[in-house]
T-cell receptor
Framework: EAGVVQSPRYKIIEKKQPVAFWCNPI?????LYWYLQNLGQGPELLIR????????DSQLPKDRFSAERLKGVDSTLKIQPAELGDSAVYLC???????????FGDGTRLSIL | GQNIDQPTEMTATEGAIVQINCTYQ??????LFWYQQHAGEAPTFLSY????GLEEKGRFSSFLSRSKGYSYLLLKELQMKDSASYLC????????????FGRGTSLIVHP
């Protein structure tokens, strides 16, 4: 079984530039999560999808962050414009259903200059 | 909300046993997860406890006491590859089933 695939693995941009992350969940997993993880901290939820519907997005800074999951499979997370404080690892996870353990991707490490 | 507390760092010797504790405070409880995360890699699922008691999986065991808001992860016969961060995550009340993660415990195994 292929795992959760994220790209890119690393991204370096200047502040105020836009950036996008892509996630391909495990086949058949209906639930998809985007997390932010700072160094020395646990993952913090940004948004959860059930199929193509976004739920639990209260922690997503909607003034600059957006996400979509077209057709209920792949998902993208976008930041526009990026700020210095957005430097972190962005993790995508999926699970067969919302009450089952999550499988994480390796994440995208974002550095803002 | 939920408050999860676990030690920041622990060290242990190869071949030994180590216990990583996690205490939590939550208005409701729907299960506790343990994940392992090597530096620069994805967290990987280790265990899930929803009822009190001990769950054993090979060298790893996880214990839960709901009345005490307490869990521990027990690692036996430590190997160098066990050096990693161990994340405790608690699933709170409501139907969202989303776990809240602790800061993680960085375990260093030395020869």
């Amino acid at each position: 079984e292929a795992g959760v695939v994220q790209s890119p693995r690393y991204k370096i941009i200047e502040k105020k530039q836009p950036v996008a992350f892509w996630c391909n969940p495990i086949s058949g997993h209906n639930t998809l999560y985007w997390y932010l993880q700072n160094l020395g901290q646990g993952p913090e939820l940004l948004i959860r999808y059930e199929n193509e519907e976004a739920v639990d997005d209260s922690q997503l800074p909607k003034d600059r962050f957006s996400a979509e999951r077209l057709k209920g499979v792949d998902s993208t997370l976008k930041i526009q414009p990026a700020e210095l404080g957005d430097s972190a690892v962005y993790l995508c996870a999926s699970s067969p259903g919302r009450n089952q353990p999550q499988h994480f991707g390796d994440g995208t490490r974002l550095s803002i200059l | 909300g939920q408050n999860i507390d676990q030690p920041t760092e622990m060290t242990a010797t190869e071949g030994a046993i180590v216990q990583i504790n996690c205490t939590y405070q939550t208005s409701g409880f729907n299960g506790l997860f343990w994940y392992q995360q090597h530096a620069g890699e994805a967290p990987t699922f280790l265990s899930y406890n929803v009822l009190d008691g001990l769950e054993e999986k090979g060298r790893f065991s996880s214990f839960l006491s709901r009345s005490k808001g307490y869990s521990y992860l027990l690692l036996k016969e430590l190997q160098m590859k066990d050096s990693a961060s161990y994340l405790c995550a608690v699933r709170g009340p409501g139907g969202s089933y989303i776990p809240t993660f602790g800061r993680g415990t960085s375990l260093i195994v030395h020869p």
